[in-house]
């Protein structure tokens, strides 16, 4: 008996399904259950991304060999404006990925208040086995492979995983060959910034995420931490978002004790300087054996004490399986879909609240959002009016999130009574998180654009 117990006791949880596009889809699914008035059919539509354009397609690589690559392009609404999302490659890439990246990029626009729907692309690839003329090859060969489903109006990409500024100029001078004679450069943003780039879209997602935490602390979102100065962070992947990240949160007086990047993570609780970090991985190829520090795995890192922690990598980094182990006060999520929907959980039970990825990263589509309107005036705005207007919007967004929550569960009896009116039945609507109500807030905004427009035809 004894020992059947010990059985049922050490027996794993079920398996979690970690399939991205699953996860979007159940976090739609609980945020509806908030939203009585909106009709099962419209929240079908909201739902679902309208396309998937897949594309397969040869390049001759520098070594002399032929190799397929296969991508994909994701436009899961435009309600409220263009497609607006990343390019992401890496050999992970799955349809579902980018389909559920996209719906994320839908809600993300609505919450940042900005005139775009949602889309993502990624190519199934490894860059760190190509050489820089093989990844220019294939991101024109996929560009012209997209040929118009792409557009200024239509859908704009961005920089996203291995993707950087120098990807932005290929994609856009591929368009712009394909279309001569207009103005092409809103294509895409995260351009360089002689190319149309704007200034401080480089730092803007980690910026957004900054100025998000700065916000949500003073708001009183984690009792008895409310300022990042003095905080201590640790930041999980260390490339763009991750480590702009750590240099910021540090410039604003957070301790940065932990970092770390796919090769591993490092930790020292005094706490260290992220330059030294990002000169060590530019010299070494990783932040692994700073000098000073400790060498410590990912798992280790996502587990280390601290008052802040920032996943900037990928998806699906806090589990059913880990999430207990979290010993941060705050999760603030640079990356998109860091934490599944078990971890969250299992956080909330914790008490640990988390800032979601569709708020916290904003910071990045806010200021291509900027670039675009740029690139139409044909100006440059100096930066500091670039991290004004980004500050502005990462306030408003903040708050909106944050009386949403309020709003929410202050009024659960009453859409409980307007719930059993409308015979949807089911689990007791309980107190929500800060995602179902960033959630709910969102796919209110893209409703409500979708009726003013009327159904199609
Ligand atoms: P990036 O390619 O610049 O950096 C990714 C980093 O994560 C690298 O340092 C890599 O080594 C590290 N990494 C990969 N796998 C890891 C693992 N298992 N453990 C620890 N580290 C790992 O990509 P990025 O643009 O910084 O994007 C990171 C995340 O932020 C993604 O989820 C992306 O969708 C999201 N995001 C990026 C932007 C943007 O503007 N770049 C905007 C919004 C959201």
Redesign the pocket.
Known sequence: MAQQQREAVAAPPPEEDLNPYHIAQAQFDWAARYLPELKPGLGEFLKKPKRLVTVEFPIQTEDGTVKNFIGYRALHSRSRGAGKG?L?YHPDVTADEVRA?ASWMTWKCAIADLPFGGAKGGIVCDPKKLTTNDLRRITRRYIAELGDTIGPHTDIL???????AETMAWIYDTYEMMHRGQNNLGVVT?KPVDLGGSLG?RE??ARGCLFATQIALGRGIVPGLDSVKGASVVV????????IAAELFAEAGASIVGV????G?IYQPKGFDPTEARKH?KKTG?VVSLSNTKNVS?EE?LALPCDILIP????N?IRSDNADQVRARFLVE?????TTPAADLILFEKGIPILP?ILA?????TV?YFEWVQNFENEQWDEDIVNEKLQIRMQRATDGVIDKQKEINGSLDTLEKQRKKLGRLGEPLQPVNLRTAAYVLAIQRVAKVTLERGIWP
């Open positions: 990343g992401r990246l961005a920089p996203d995983v291995n993707t950087n995260g879209r803007a997602t999980q992947g260390f490339g763009n978002a991750g480590s770390s990047d796919s090769k993570g991985k990783s990912n890192l900037a990598a990928l998806e980094q640079a990356a998109n879909g860091p990825d990263n904003s910071g990045g589509v291509s």
